[in-house]
């Protein structure tokens, strides 16, 4: 352990004064006061703690203080033989507290008490060991252990800071704008903590009220049927001794029950015997062909670039066999729903079964299905996000045998004209709880749409009613539940509409058309991911400048027209939180072209731009190297010369690399390290899941696109935590966003997939990007207040779908599994 | 007999299609060792327009391991649509129940006594003082022999063909007809004099019903265990979960004193237990086996064979009964019960 450093935040050493509050009149389970010698192991990197019976050499108890995290202590205790842990922070409260503890338990004796270090002797491998003087009967021996342990852990914690923040504060020195902004972070952090404190206090009163309620029920069911019962209320005061069990939990194995369900035989009578057997064995072979032609396998794998997951397959032969290729997909968010969706329509289109294919989603999805489909499965489709689709609907509709659609388009009456002409072979509905209410338009407009087979994929079929489960399965299986009064007699309980009333009969009914995967039973866990915000900080004159720059820009934006102004907009604030070249660059042609000038003139941007860089070459030397996103082709083309010209073997992929040379790109980025960098459409098909590290290197204002760029790392395969370094410059819009995503969203936490359901239809498409412009431009300058609104919406959104998810899981655990 | 599934064989399925597509009215010809052109109208046009219209194609017959895309319009490939379609167009419907006769040995005449004595013995050893009552009569042995398709649904999907034959006489299977039909060859000598059974739907099916369900046996011993590992693997995971909460709850009580404690825990498990019993049925019942049969071809078998009144000693009783020699199968079949005289 390293000599506890003298930070200048280090606490003062207290007086060593004479107090061991507590410890010497109290009587314990080792029948009086112990000796306690303290080590401090700067060699190992602990404190340790020896406690042994007064007078005698016996250890009673040893204790070890390890520093194990950027704000961790562990507290460890070794009593006979066995051992225990516990965890602290290394805040000096938390460390009085946790020593407090101990203390407690092993009451000490101050006056055979003693301390002392063990070190490297300087030069040498030799061990010193040095014995702190003895202590005087007026210093206080608890409070200088606890600073010692606080130094030392104060002294440790750097080599669990990721390596940023360590450059960061190595490299600059803090500014006065820096500790403003440290204390106001810690000041919001504060604020959340208690918010979600006080959220979290009335969630746990409403459950532990429900959960009293519902007891008090069962009980007075239960007495109600015990005082019926002798036998029962003889039984209820029955008390099994630990270790034994009912006969039936360790019952041997049932007989399997099985069906031999023989049809009716209905035949007609033939007048003559017959001349041959011809006829006969034809019809033998027909049958045999019939049998052999029986696929137990996908034909059309060999045609999927897919990693082939033992559920997904499994589900695709499910969907294609028993249930006659209509189904309710409801796998847990991840799991690749788009990917067993597609392995059904690529089987049914190699065995020649289908021939067009309608793929329905929300607009956010819709690009990325067309990705999918083309990367994975090698199926061109045309979408409604082309210019095609608004022009001619009729030709786009008839012509194309494969479209990806956004619900929105279809919800169109001139457009669903058209779809609903067309006999579709296949229709897949991606985010099927949309269709949840049978009034709205969405599920009218499906429902009008002729299909033979039908796939609806949701990870979350129930919101707020399990009547909302009715309107999705008589979509697929008009009839498989009773009419919508009776399914409500039978199953709702309108006072608990999330619980169904017979529920062995609806998971019966249900398990006909509905298949859930869920990652316990697929077997898929991934390493956690760490999110870190790297602020860079812009020098006065920078910071002076975007000061002057939003002002001026948000006036000339007013001059635009409201389109005109959200494009401008976006695209300046984006690239500008990207690079001076991308923001250059796109002023060229931002129609005040006087004002444009102007800026490019003055803007002296080169500080922030270096600084953000040369946080770069050491976050590429890890293992793996590290991939950076950028949105602009400028951002990369001037990133990829600054670190070419640090010597750090840099990786390009963007649009128009060309799609053979991509993989051999990737595959030398894995071999030899270094740095990626990715654009958005240098990302497509992209699989990272061997590198650990991506930076973020600016901030697309859609989340769902942060997301995907997680995803590419963030995959199965992946064996170590993912670390996301998110670079904003602070002060900037992108900083308020980068918070609200993390803090009210918790788009680093959410699994990848979840953040479009939290989303929801609230920000369906563009839409968050042009939330935030509009915020911002109606700002006025206080950006923080309009972006802390938007983050109230967010948060919302998030507890919502947490509390809608949490009753999926409830309903549905466990019981429709593919596997 | 279970009829093993025939590996996709471009040569064969081109002359299954062949004689499948001229059986429903088509004309084919072979353009290329696996090539079909077909012009077809009617039932064989069905397979590509519902209203029978006429239609022209050429049909290719590829190998299975061709990795191109698949051309279902025209392309024979496992696993392909039209060959579903050609096999359930060839199907009948209702399906009809045929009569075949078997062929008399020209050179068969009553068996001897001895040996049919001897037959006997081995058959029914439990029976002594074998004699014939009354010379033997020539008469009619019938067999029905059925093709069934049969789905078994338990974790996967099986799909089997057999050819099913049992006695009408005795209700015995008869392996023998269902792998030797093949090699029987028409006779039409005693069409005229056969009085073939009235037939009788619900004694049909069960005969068939028990004929699958001992043809099946081996197979569904195979998929059992496998169901059983399963359901043993979901019944341990659901135990052990039970058991660690009655423990839990168990010790909970045995910590508190109090008697309103003791009573809630106990009611607790009684709740648990029947959770865990609702648990174990519903595993229980999601590892039910389903066998479907699906049948594709019933056919009454009509062959000669010699009915005698025969009298013998069972369990030391002496008494009479008729039965009927099958010399085909060198076996005695019991046309009525044993009666004590």
Known sequence: MPTPKKSSKARPRPPRQSFLPGLVDSKNQFGGLLDLRVTFDEVKGFTELVWREQGSKKIVAVGRVRCTGADQLTWETEVDGRRESAFSSQRPDSIHAAFGVWLKQFPSDRSTFSAGWLRLQSGTDKLLRRDEPRFGADENICAWIETTIWEMAETLRFQFLPPPRRTDEIDYQPSPYIERYRRKMERQEQKRAEDEARRQKILDEIAEKRRKREQRQAEAQQIAQANKSPANKANSKLQLPKGQLSPLERAPLPPLPMRFEMPPLEFQETTFPLDDLCGFFLRERAALWWVSNQSDDLLCLPHCRIEQLEYQLRTALRVLGPLRGRALLSDEVGLGKTIEAGLVIKELLTRGMVHRFLVLTVPSLVDQWEEELADKFNLTTATTNHVGARNDPQKFWSENAGIVASLHTLKQAAQLEVARQIKWDILIVDEAHYLRNRESQAWQAVNALPRQFLLLLTATPVQNSIEELYNLVTLLQPGQLPSPKEFRARFLDPKRPRQPREPEDLRRLLGQVMIRNTRANAGLKLPPRRAETVLFEPDEAERGFWEKWEREFRDRLSNLNASQASLWGRLLLQTAGSSPAAWKLALEKFPDAGAARAWREQAPLETSWKRKCELIPPLTRIEGGAVIFTQFLETQAALADYLRGMRVETFVVNGSTPAPQRQPITEEFRKRGGALILTHSGTEGRNLQFSRNLINFDLPWNPMEIEQRIGRLHRLGQQHPVHIYNFVQAGTLQEHLLQILQEKLNLFELVVGETGLVLGERFSSDEFAEEVFHRWHASEGRVAEAMAGLGDELAAARDAYGEVKQLDETLFAKDYEAL | ?341
Not at chain 2, 11 to 30: I, M, P, S, V
Not at chain 2, 265 to 294: G, N, W, Y
Not at chain 2, 305 to 316: K, M, P, T, V
């Open chain 2, 1 to 341: 007999m279970k009829l093993e599934r025939i590996p996709h064989n471009p040569g064969q399925l081109l002359e299954f299609y062949e004689e499948g597509l001229t059986k429903l009215g088509a004309l084919c010809e072979r353009t290329w060792h696996d090539r079909l052109e077909v012009v077809a109208e009617g039932p064989a046009a069905r397979l590509w327009h519902p209203d029978g219209a006429i239609h022209e194609i050429e049909l290719q017959f590829a190998p299975a391991e061709a990795a191109s895309a698949r051309n279902a319009i025209r392309e024979i490939f496992p696993g392909c649509p039209l060959t579903f379609h050609l096999t359930e167009a060839l199907r009948i419907s209702p399906l009809p129940l045929e009569r075949f006769i078997l062929p008399e040995d020209p050179l068969a005449r009553p068996p001897d006594a001895t040996v049919m004595e001897k037959l006997w013995r081995a058959q029914f050893p439990d029976t002594h003082r074998w004699r014939l009552a009354a010379p033997l009569q020539p008469d009619i042995h019938f067999a029905l022999l059925a093709l069934a398709r049969c789905e078994i649904q338990a974790m996967d999907q099986h799909w089997s063909l057999h050819r099913i034959a049992a006695s009408l006489t005795d209700g015995e299977p008869d392996p023998d007809l269902s792998r030797n039909i093949s090699f029987h060859q028409i006779t039409g000598d005693l069409a005229a004099e056969i009085a073939w059974p009235p037939p009788d739907p619900a004694r049909l099916r069960e005969l068939l019903s028990q004929t699958l369900e001992r043809e099946l046996a081996g197979e569904l011993d195979r998929i059992r265990s496998r169901q059983e590992n399963s359901l043993r693997r979901e019944l341990a995971r659901i135990d052990d979960y039970f058991e660690s909460y009655e423990r839990e709850l168990t010790v909970r009580a045995t910590r508190s004193s109090s008697e309103n404690s003791r009573l809630k825990t106990a009611d607790r498990l009684a709740a648990a237990k029947a959770e865990h019993a609702r648990r174990r049925a519903d595993q229980l019942a999601r590892h039910e086996i389903r066998v479907h049969p699906h049948l594709d071809a019933l056919l009454l078998v009509a062959e000669k064979g010699w009915r005698a009144q025969l009298r013998l000693e069972r369990s030391r009783h002496p008494g009479e009964v008729e039965a009927l020699f099958v010399p085909r199968l060198r076996q005695w079949k019991l046309a009525g019960r044993f009666c004590q005289t």
